[in-house]
């Protein structure tokens, strides 16, 4: 689980075309191609937000100690 949320980017209003839509994006001058992810609300937006955020941070401080221990570790053995 971990590796998918590593990968995970806290954009979830945003939406994520494809290739081939990114290039469809190239030509779209009167941006029609443009689509966002609502939500129910605007709380409920941010709700799911700041979820997204504080999970992102959990998963930055398990890597930042993972590193930490690491760096011990090594520090140790040299």
Do not use: C
Not at 11 to 20: I, K, T
Not at 25 to 48: F, P, Q
């Amino acid at each position: 689980m971990v590796q998918l949320i590593k990968n995970t980017k806290t954009f979830r209003l945003f939406a994520r075309p494809s290739f081939v839509e990114g290039m469809a994006r190239v030509l779209d001058l009167g941006s029609t191609l443009n689509t966002y992810n609502y939500s129910k609300s605007a709380e409920s937006a941010d709700r799911i937000a700041i979820a997204d955020d504080w999970m992102m941070v959990g998963v930055d401080m398990r890597e930042a100690l993972k590193e930490y221990a690491r760096a011990g570790r090594q520090k140790s053995h040299s």
